[in-house]
C-alpha cells in the first residue's frame, strides 16, 4: 500500500469476506498509520454478500447489509465509505429492499454511492427496471434500483473481464454504457495467463497459480485460442517495448467504457505492469488486433 500510495493511487478495493475481515482491517491500520491528510486523499471501496467465516450467514437482505456495512466501517476505522457494492446477486431478497437499505445509507453518510459485483446482464436489467424483477419487493412502490440519472446512488459494476474472460462483452458493458454506469473489471490478468508465464505445449511454472490454485483457469488449458492470444499479445508488447502484462492492461484501459481496472498486486514489483499500462496508447486498430483472436 505505501508503494501504490507513493506511485499515484489512491484507490483501494476490498471486501467485508477477505481474509474473514483481515483486509480491512490492515487497510484501517495503514490509514491510520498514514494520518488524517492521506485519509482525505484514498477512495474505499468495499464489499459484501459473502460469508465471513465457515458456517456465518451471507446474502443482501437489509438488515445484513446495514451490520455488514457498520462492521466494515469499524475495521476500516472510517465513518464512510466512497463505494459499496454487493458481492454477489441474492436470488431470494428482491433487489428493491436491498435497494432500500443502500438507498438510507447513502442518506445518512455512510456510503457515497453503491453498485453490484459479479452480475450478469439480465440481473443487471433487473436491478435498473428493465426486467419484471424475480420476486417482489415487500415495500410497496419500489421495483428496481433507482436509475442513476434520478437518484445518482446506484451507478457502478465491478465483473471479471480481460483479453481471455469476454463475457461482459454480450450485455453488460453495453448496458453500462447506455446506462451511464462506471465499469470496474477484476481478474484483468486472468489469473496470470496474460503475463506470458504459461506457454503452449508447456507444462505450468512451479509455484504459478495454475500448480496451487487452478480451479477457476483450468479451462484454459485446452483452448487453443488461448494460447493464440497470449502469443499474439507477447509478439505486440515486445513490437511495443513493453510487456504482455501492461499491453493487456493498456487494453482494458483504453476502452472509454471501463473507468478503472481492478488489480491485485501481492508484491511492490507487481505494481509496475499497471503503471506501465497508464501510458501505453491503443487506439481502435490496435485494439481490434489484440482482440481479433479470441474472437
Known sequence: MDAAWESGITTFDTADAYGGGRSERFIGEWLRAKGPEV??????????????????????????VRRQLESSLDRLGVERVDMFLAHAWDPDVPVAET??????????GK????GLS???GTELREALGLEAPTAEPSAPGRKSLPPPAAAGSFGWVQNSYSLLDREAEREVLPLCAE???GFTPFSPLAGGWLTGKYRRGEPPPAGSRMTTRPEAYRHLVQDERVYDVLESL??????????????ALAWLLSDPRVSAVV????????????LEAAGVALDDAARAALSSPWQ
Request: charged fraction near 20%; aromatic fraction near 2%; glycine fraction near 12%.
Open 263 to 274: 488489480v491485485g498486486p501481492r508484491r511492490p514489483e507487481h505494481l509496475g505492469p499497471p
Open 118 to 120: 459479479n452480475v450478469d
Open 39 to 64: 485519509r482525505q486523499e484514498i477512495v474505499l471501496s468495499t464489499k459484501t454478500f459473502n460469508p465471513m467465516a465457515q458456517g456465518a450467514d451471507h446474502g443482501l437482505a437489509p438488515a445484513r
Open 234 to 247: 507477447e509478439a505486440a508488447a515486445a513490437k511495443r517495448g513493453t510487456t504482455p502484462a501492461a499491453l
Open 179 to 181: 446506462r451511464g454506469l
Open 99 to 108: 435497494a432500500g437499505a443502500l438507498d438510507e445509507l447513502v442518506t445518512e
Open 111 to 114: 456510503v457515497g454511492a453503491y
